[in-house]
């Protein structure tokens, strides 16, 4: 069995100084701002002159009229074909390894190890296992692949039966497993996480603000625990509503991990998954629940899109919410229809990779 190392959990130090998100991220002289607003094709809303049907149309409430919106993209850099790249984050960062690996680009993060792993539905794929829905699932993963002073928290890997254990920092769309093999799976977890280093482009995708934490490991997990334990182990897990400073910490510490430990010439492309909510702990409105976490999480990847040169946005959250609703979404307006990722996905490649 390949030998994963254990021992306390790793507390996630929030950055020394956040005085930066005191400051406005984006200050221009009245000559600059007037420049950008002449020179931006696609920054103006609406004019009383313009036909609102016409399809050529610059302006946002003609654009927003077509089947499939596209936005405006200025890219920071560019990326290789050749490049290796990985994707990291929520169910969203499959689609985006599934449309790279179709242009016969490198994806790291879509192994073949992942692929041949039978989950429960036998419909989906075992790529589906690698999920990380949160900025503290992506960053404890990357910190026990990549720090070699970090270390996996044993004691968060849980018992379910007398012959079935849990490890929560995974998607539980695998069936679940005895102790050797759930660890065994995790050593492939970091073992393929590892492989990022040698990537030149990294995509990091954000779906929730909704977090659990395992207190009696004291560390975050990657997504609501399984039913079972809250029966079974009822004080166990503690639900938050994160905050933007919390997400705002992580992602610098990614990017700090990104910097010191993966490649000399790093991009990294943060994006917002579109996929809602499945349900909310909060007392709030299913709806209102999943507008206020995608506002976070959109409002946080760009302020850290802007912090950082070699760090850009790509507006996949904003595609997929300005299509026509019909067209994207399947009939649970939950997931996307594969049109709507392939459109994202060329609008992706047409811009970013020479």
Same mark, same amino acid.
């Given at each position: 069995?390949?030998?994963?190392?254990?021992?306390?959990?790793?507390?996630?130090?929030?950055?020394?100084?956040?005085?930066?998100?005191?400051?406005?991220?984006?200050?221009?002289?009245?000559?600059?701002?007037?420049?950008?607003? =002449?020179?931006?094709?696609?920054?103006?809303?609406?004019?009383? &002159?313009?036909?609102?049907?016409?399809?050529?149309?610059?302006?946002?409430?003609?654009?927003?009229?077509?089947?499939?919106?596209? @936005?405006?993209?200025? +890219?920071?850099?560019?990326?290789? =074909?050749?490049? !290796?790249?990985?994707?990291?984050?929520?169910?969203?960062?499959?689609?985006?390894?599934?449309?790279? $690996?179709?242009?016969?680009?490198?994806?790291?993060?879509?192994? @073949?190890?992942?692929?041949?792993?039978?989950?429960?539905?036998?419909?989906?794929?075992?790529?589906?296992?690698?999920?990380?829905?949160? $900025?503290?699932?992506?960053?404890?993963?990357?910190?026990?692949?990549?720090?070699?002073?970090?270390?996996?928290? %044993?004691?968060?890997?849980?018992?379910?039966?007398?012959?079935?254990?849990?490890?929560?920092?995974?998607?539980?769309?695998?069936?679940?497993?005895?102790?050797?093999? $759930?660890?065994? =799976?995790?050593?492939?977890?970091?073992?393929?996480?590892?492989?990022?280093? /040698?990537?030149?482009?990294?995509?990091?995708?954000?779906?929730?603000?909704?977090?659990?934490?395992?207190?009696?490991?004291?560390?975050?997990?990657?997504?609501? +625990?399984?039913?079972?334990?809250?029966?079974?182990?009822?004080?166990?897990?503690?639900?938050?509503?994160?905050?933007?400073?919390?997400?705002?910490?992580?992602?610098?510490?990614?990017?700090?991990?990104?910097?010191?430990?993966?490649?000399?010439?790093?991009?990294?492309?943060?994006?917002?998954? +579109?996929?809602?909510?499945?349900?909310?702990?909060?007392?709030?409105?299913?709806?209102?629940?999943?507008?206020?976490?995608?506002?976070?999480?959109?409002?946080?990847? %760009?302020?850290?899109? $802007?912090? /950082? +040169?070699?760090?850009?946005?790509?507006?996949?959250?904003?595609?997929?919410? &300005?299509?026509? =609703?019909?067209?994207?979404?399947?009939?649970?307006?939950?997931?996307? !229809?594969?049109?709507?990722?392939?459109?994202?996905?060329?609008?992706?490649?047409?811009?970013?990779?020479?």
């Amino acid at each position: 069995m390949p030998e994963v190392s254990f021992s306390k959990p790793i507390d996630v130090d929030p950055p020394s100084d956040l005085q930066v998100l005191l400051k406005s991220p984006y200050v221009a002289t009245a000559a600059e701002a007037i420049e950008n607003y =002449r020179e931006n094709v696609a920054g103006v809303w609406y004019a009383d &002159s313009a036909d609102p049907d016409d399809p050529a149309g610059k302006y946002a409430f003609q654009r927003l009229r077509h089947t499939w919106f596209t @936005p405006k993209v200025d +890219p920071k850099f560019k990326l290789r =074909r050749d490049d !290796k790249f990985y994707a990291i984050g929520s169910c969203f960062a499959r689609g985006i390894e599934s449309s790279l $690996t179709g242009h016969k680009i490198i994806v790291e993060s879509a192994a @073949p190890e992942f692929a041949e792993l039978q989950p429960a539905n036998k419909e989906l794929s075992g790529l589906g296992f690698t999920n990380k829905y949160n $900025t503290y699932s992506i960053l404890n993963e990357l910190r026990w692949a990549l720090d070699p002073d970090a270390v996996f928290p %044993q004691e968060s890997i849980v018992q379910v039966t007398k012959t079935t254990w849990y490890d929560p920092h995974t998607n539980p769309s695998l069936a679940l497993a005895d102790l050797a093999e $759930t660890l065994e =799976r995790r050593a492939m977890m970091q073992a393929v996480t590892k492989r990022i280093k /040698h990537c030149r482009a990294v995509i990091v995708t954000l779906g929730l603000a909704e977090v659990w934490r395992d207190v009696k490991a004291d560390v975050f997990v990657n997504r609501t +625990p399984i039913p079972s334990l809250f029966k079974t182990q009822p004080g166990r897990y503690e639900f938050h509503l994160t905050s933007f400073a919390e997400n705002w910490a992580n992602l610098e510490a990614i990017y700090a991990l990104l910097t010191q430990y993966g490649h000399p010439d790093v991009r990294i492309v943060v994006t917002v998954s +579109p996929v809602p909510l499945m349900n909310t702990f909060s007392t709030m409105d299913i709806v209102v629940a999943n507008t206020w976490a995608k506002s976070l999480l959109r409002a946080v990847a %760009q302020e850290w899109a $802007t912090a /950082h +040169p070699n760090v850009d946005y790509f507006p996949s959250y904003e595609i997929v919410q &300005s299509s026509d =609703r019909v067209a994207v979404w399947e009939r649970d307006l939950r997931h996307v !229809k594969g049109a709507g990722a392939h459109h994202i996905m060329e609008l992706f490649v047409r811009n970013y990779i020479e």
